[in-house]
């Protein structure tokens, strides 16, 4: 099976700290791709990558930056935490090409105090 | 990509088949309808696809309308473990997005 793994299940930080959520899938997938899902907003795509070193702009960007240096790993950074960016996070990663399905871990369920 | 509408809540009694349908009346000639579902505290897990045939798999059947304007998932077998919310997303192939809607939240009942 498909195995995305996000490192932390729960997570408490500051406001104004520097925060780092990391994502690894087992699968050698192109694509990873994080969310962030807010009650009422549903998912909202921040940034994905298509490959090592490249990454994309999703709907919501603002405030956070990726980083993708091995093809499995894909982290998201919170540059200066704010309590807006309260919030679940989803990691997803697929294949590349047609009619591929993402594949998602299990959440970060981050609390900007 | 092409939005989707589908009913807020569903109940359906355990053992039942529980039906869900979405309208996805702007779809394109080349968009994929994907469902897939969330149970509390999880991430999203896919379920199906397709384009323009019906699909079955070990989890659910899917079925589209001719005129591709709505589908229906269909669960045969409904278990309290079917309690989720469900997503009807319509994606382009070319497009890595999915584009989420509210989705519908299946309460199955004993």
């Known amino acids: 099976d498909v195995k995305v793994t996000q490192s932390s299940r729960y997570l408490v930080k500051r406001t104004g700290e520097k925060v780092f959520l990391e994502c690894v899938q087992d699968m050698d997938h192109e694509n990873m791709f994080w969310y962030r899902q807010d009650p009422g907003l549903g998912l909202r795509l921040i940034y994905f990558s298509y490959d090592v070193k490249m990454k994309e702009k999703g709907d919501i960007p603002e405030g956070y930056s990726v980083s993708r240096e091995k093809k499995e790993r894909f982290s998201l950074i919170l540059e200066s935490a704010s309590t807006n960016q309260t919030s679940m996070y989803l990691c997803a990663s697929n294949e590349g090409g047609q009619r591929t399905e993402a594949f998602f871990g299990q959440g970060t369920r981050l609390t900007v105090v | 990509d092409a939005k989707t509408t589908q009913p807020t809540s569903m109940d359906c009694a355990e053992g039942r088949a529980a039906n869900l349908p979405c309208n996805h009346s702007?779809?394109?000639?080349?968009?994929?309808v994907y469902w897939y579902r969330q149970i509390h505290s999880q991430g999203p897990q896919y379920i199906i696809h397709g384009l323009k045939n019906n699909e079955t798999n070990e989890m659910a059947s899917l079925i589209i309308t001719e005129d591709r304007k709505s589908s229906t998932l269909i669960l045969p077998h409904a278990t309290l473990r079917d309690t989720a919310v469900y997503y009807c997303?319509?994606?382009?192939?070319?497009?890595?997005?999915?584009?989420w809607g509210a989705g519908t939240k299946l309460i199955i009942k004993p």
């Open positions: 702007t779809i394109s000639g080349n968009e994929y």
């Open positions: 997303i319509v994606r382009v192939e070319s497009n890595y997005q999915l584009i």
